[in-house]
């Protein structure tokens, strides 16, 4: 299995409400990432949970909070977001560094503050 | 941060033409890959070339790479409309231990039928 899968596909929120992204893998993978894409731009790295561990954060606001529960989940809770937020997120996987492996993709939340 | 630039940032050409991305880099790295990105979709990964070879191919795609000028190509030879997408360069970044995966910019091929 291949896959890394994304819920929910499309995401309507408003600036007062809390939601969360899912991201499942089961590659065995040890790094898992989001990263935020805006049209027409790169994906823009925001976290990387190495070993179920935040290793990195991008400087990413507060209203963004990444949790990993487990070794093949990662969620990515929202809270009070701004219209500029609304992006393209994506979730990838990898072995890390080091192992010269590729990235594993999911398709996306394509979600919209309004 | 954006490690990489590349270009052109569009290319139009014909079916069975060939297309050429380039794409630059700032600091040392230990490998760089190529990602496709169909319209709004996630990103599929095409190659890897490590920081000590120097070329590289994969069925119709070529990669090149030069440390000493930090740049790499794609090459896509005799390209057909399903090849119309934005291709990435990717990198991974000094530290090499933070797993850190930098995309560049992008070209967005379009290929005429």
């Known amino acids: 299995d291949t896959e890394v899968t994304q819920t929910p596909k499309h995401l309507v929120m408003g600036m007062t409400n809390k939601k969360s992204l899912k991201c499942e893998q089961h590659m065995g993978h040890r790094a898992m990432y989001w990263y935020k894409q805006k049209a027409k731009k790169p994906p823009e790295l925001m976290f990387v949970y190495s070993y179920e561990k935040l290793s990195i954060n991008e400087s990413v606001p507060s209203r963004f909070s990444p949790e990993c529960p487990n070794s093949s989940l990662l969620n990515l809770h929202l809270h009070a977001l701004q219209p500029e937020d609304s992006a393209l997120y994506l979730c990838?996987?990898?072995?890390?560094?080091?192992?010269?492996?590729?990235?594993?993709f999911g398709q996306g939340t394509r979600l919209t503050v309004v | 941060s954006q490690q990489g630039e590349e270009d052109p940032q569009a290319l139009s050409i014909q079916e069975g033409e060939n297309a050429t991305m380039n794409c630059s880099y700032k600091t040392s790295i230990n490998n760089l890959q190529w990602y496709r990105q169909n319209s709004g979709r996630g990103l599929v990964h095409l190659i890897l070339?490590?920081?000590?070879?120097r070329e590289k191919h994969s069925g119709r795609l070529r990669v090149t790479l030069d440390t000493s000028k930090k740049s790499s190509s794609l090459l896509i030879t005799a390209s057909r409309a399903a090849d119309t997408a934005s291709y990435f360069c990717?990198?991974?970044?000094?530290?090499?231990?933070?797993?850190?995966?930098?995309f560049g910019t992008g070209t967005r091929l379009q290929v005429f039928p």
């Open positions: 990838a996987s990898s072995q890390g560094f080091g192992e010269n492996t590729e990235a594993f």
């Open positions: 990717a990198t991974d970044a000094v530290p090499y231990n933070t797993d850190k995966l930098i």
């Open positions: 070339i490590r920081s000590n070879e």
